[in-house]
C-alpha cells in the first residue's frame, strides 16, 4: 500500500481491479477545501489514459513490477519478439504491449515491465530518446533556421515525423519516443 505522497512518474497501481501506471501527477493545494492529486493513469492491457483524482492522503494498492532490459528481434504474426540478454530466454509480446512499434529498430534494447508474482510480461518501454536515420524528406534550404516551421519526414523505421525545414534525407537525428517530436540532429 502506499499513499498519494508516495506517487511517482512509473509507479504501477492495481486500480479497478487492472494494473495501471502513472504517467503524470500534480498535488493541488487549492485556497478553499482539502488538498488533492491529479493523475493521467495508463492501462498497462489497453494502453488506454484515464484522468482521475485521488483525495490527498488516500492509500492506494500497488503492484511490484520489475524492469528488465531486452533486446529486440524481429516481428512476426506472433507479435514482437525481444531476447533477455543474460539468459537468452525469448519473449514475444502483441500489439498492443508496444506502443512506440514503428519507431523500434532491430538490435534497439528496450525495458520490459514484468508483474513480479506471476512473472507475466506487461508492456515494453524505449529509452527516452531514439536515434534515427531519416530516410526520405523534401529538400530544405540552407539557413533555414530561424523559425520553428516543421516538415514530414520518414525515418528507417518507416514511421512518420515533423523535422524542422533544415533537416535532409540520410541525416541522423534523436527523436523523443513519448510524443514522437525531433530533439537534435546526431553527429
Do not use: C, W
Given at each position: 500500500?502506499?499513499?498519494?505522497?508516495?506517487?511517482?512518474?512509473?509507479?504501477?497501481?492495481?486500480?479497478?481491479?487492472?494494473?495501471?501506471?502513472?504517467t503524470e501527477f500534480q498535488h493541488v493545494k487549492p485556497g478553499?477545501?482539502?488538498?488533492?492529486?491529479?493523475?493521467?493513469?495508463?492501462?498497462?492491457?489497453?494502453?488506454?489514459?484515464?484522468?482521475n483524482t485521488?483525495?490527498?492522503?488516500?492509500?492506494?494498492?500497488?503492484?511490484?513490477?520489475?524492469?528488465?532490459?531486452?533486446?529486440?528481434?524481429?516481428k512476426d504474426d506472433y507479435g514482437y519478439t525481444f531476447m533477455d540478454n543474460?539468459?537468452?530466454e525469448q519473449v514475444v509480446l502483441p500489439e498492443a504491449m508496444v506502443p512506440f512499434a514503428d519507431?523500434?529498430?532491430?538490435?534497439?534494447?528496450?525495458?520490459?515491465l514484468f508483474h513480479a508474482e506471476t512473472e507475466q510480461p506487461l508492456t515494453a518501454e524505449l529509452p527516452t530518446t531514439v536515434e534515427l536515420v531519416v530516410t526520405y524528406t523534401e529538400p530544405g534550404l540552407?539557413?533555414?533556421?530561424?523559425?520553428?516551421?516543421?516538415?514530414?519526414?520518414?525515418?528507417?523505421?518507416?514511421?512518420?515525423?515533423?523535422?524542422?525545414?533544415?533537416?535532409?534525407?540520410?541525416?541522423?537525428i534523436r527523436i523523443k519516443t513519448s510524443d514522437y517530436s525531433y530533439v537534435e540532429r546526431v553527429k
Open positions: 500500500m502506499a499513499t498519494t505522497a508516495d506517487f511517482r512518474n512509473g509507479l504501477v497501481l492495481n486500480y479497478n481491479g487492472e494494473l495501471h501506471v502513472i478553499k477545501g482539502p488538498a488533492f492529486v491529479r493523475t493521467k493513469l495508463r492501462n498497462i492491457k489497453t494502453g488506454r489514459v484515464i484522468d485521488f483525495n490527498a492522503g488516500v492509500k492506494v494498492e500497488t503492484a511490484r513490477v520489475e524492469q528488465r532490459p531486452h533486446q529486440y528481434l524481429y543474460e539468459s537468452f519507431i523500434m529498430k532491430e538490435g534497439q534494447v528496450a525495458t520490459i540552407k539557413g533555414d533556421t530561424a523559425t520553428n516551421t516543421l516538415k514530414p519526414a520518414i525515418v528507417e523505421t518507416g514511421a512518420r515525423i515533423q523535422v524542422p525545414l533544415f533537416i535532409d534525407t540520410d541525416t541522423k
